[in-house]
């Protein structure tokens, strides 16, 4: 009646975490973005000294938007607003680390004394960027690159795609001392798209806040944030700490289909970076697999951003993915709304009933031919594979290897593929 089916066992992706830090393979014609949904350059707003203007004029503009800034914080002088920084974590926003005591050159030893404040004070943000004061680099960087994945100076530059050194992410001027107008940060902004780079700005004061050096113009920086809103699809806006997540996830990711039918792909999405700090979404894009007209994705069994675009006249289905989080199940539309069998819409509906250890799988008309069933745990990696190849696919069988408590039923018949999650042990 049944059979199990070979295991796949993905030697190729462990040959890959063991081989290297830096190596990235995503299969083809999968690809990754350089930058998140594929635009062609980065944005940061980062903002030092605890302003007042920062929190109260500026924050407000980006929270319309829905666009997160980077709050740099000098914890032990300059009175950080502890309940606005707090305010500021809850909308998206990064509290991370301008030193403790803002000194000409910072002491090595204040970078871990500042971050451990900003994680008192500010719980849940973990603090994991820095920028210098007066943009001097501590020496030496034992502490610094034991707390921090990437510090800010600022050297008039836009950034790499890669940075050559994360300690050393270049910056550039607005406000009064710099950049203080519409026209100059879009330009700019255009600028880091056309060279496929990250554009970061050091802000000081915001509009008359009393700040007295370089404060930015109120307009000026409401006008930059409507260009980066309009240009969405260009120009990708985000903090500081978490677009260089992006590239060193972007940068160290595998991609591997683990397995495909002609209304699901199953692939798996891997990096070799702490996962307590590198969680954040990457994007991914394959074309639109043939006789698909849409497409569902889901990571762990949980929904993810995902869209059809076109490019070059081509569709692609983009979606969004962590590594490390489970495997990520692609579907075409049939999947998702197709719970019936047959050849028309009126087939019979599909029901998987567990009880015990038996599963059963009714609905399937014996002229849709053999029923393959797969069993996926709440991660998406396969538990075991049965091929029906019975004349009467009535489809009863004991899970006997099956230990997890919950787990993913895929069956494939006639070309139509459903999924239906089933908790073990209990009786339907
Ligand atoms: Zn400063």
Redesign the pocket.
């Known amino acids: 009646m049944y059979k199990p089916a070979a295991r796949t066992i993905t030697f190729l992706s462990f040959l890959l975490f063991i081989t290297g830090s830096s190596f990235s393979a995503v299969e083809s014609p999968f690809e990754v973005g350089t930058w998140a949904n594929f635009c062609q350059g980065a944005v940061s707003h980062t903002f030092?000294?605890n302003t007042a203007g920062q929190t109260g004029t500026a924050q407000p503009m980006f929270d319309a938007k829905g666009f997160h800034m980077t709050l740099?914080t000098?914890t032990g002088s300059?009175n950080p607003n502890w309940a606005k920084m707090k305010t500021a974590f809850a909308k998206g926003h990064e509290i991370a680390s301008?030193?403790v005591t803002?000194a000409q050159t910072m002491p090595d030893a204040e970078c871990p004394t500042s971050q451990a404040t900003i994680r008192q004070q500010v719980p849940g943000e973990p603090c994991i960027t820095i920028?210098y004061?007066?943009c001097n680099v501590p020496n030496p960087q034992n502490e610094l690159k034991r707390c921090y994945i990437a510090g800010r100076i600022c050297n008039g530059q836009i950034e790499k795609k890669t940075p050559s050194d994360f300690y050393r992410i270049g910056a550039i001027m607005g406000g009064s001392a710099g950049t203080n107008s519409a026209s100059g940060f879009n330009s700019k902004a255009n600028e880091a798209a056309s060279s496929g780079g990250w554009l970061v700005w050091c802000h000081?004061g915001v509009g008359n806040d009393g700040h007295g050096?370089s404060n930015t113009a109120t307009d000026a920086l409401q006008g930059n944030i409507d260009f980066l809103d309009q240009n969405r699809n260009k120009i990708w806006t985000e903090t500081f700490g978490n677009v260089a997540r992006y590239i060193k996830e972007r940068d160290a990711v595998s991609l591997t289909v683990k397995s495909s039918d002609n209304q699901s792909i199953t692939v798996s999405v891997t990096d070799n970076l702490p996962d307590s700090i590198y969680n954040y979404p990457l994007t991914f894009r394959r074309p639109l697999p043939d006789g698909w007209t849409k497409a569902v994705v889901t990571q762990n069994a949980t929904p993810v951003e995902d869209t059809i675009v076109t490019v070059n006249g081509k569709q692609y289905v983009m979606f969004q993915a962590v590594p490390d989080s489970g495997d990520v199940l692609l579907s075409s539309g049939a999947t998702s709304a197709g719970k019936r069998y047959g050849n028309n819409s009126a087939g019979t509906p599909v029901r998987i009933a567990l009880s015990g250890n038996v599963l059963t799988i009714a609905g399937i008309p014996a002229s849709s031919g053999p029923v393959a069933v797969c069993l996926f745990n709440l991660n998406g990696a396969m538990l075991a594979e049965y091929q029906l190849s019975g004349k009467t696919p009535q489809n009863r069988f004991p899970l006997d290897d099956i230990t997890a408590s919950a787990c993913i039923v895929r069956i494939t018949a006639g070309g139509i593929s459903y999924s239906q999650r089933i908790v073990t042990g209990s009786s339907d």
Do not use: K, R
Request: no cysteine.
């Open positions: 030092d000294d740099f000098v300059m301008h030193s803002h920028a004061p007066n000081h050096y």
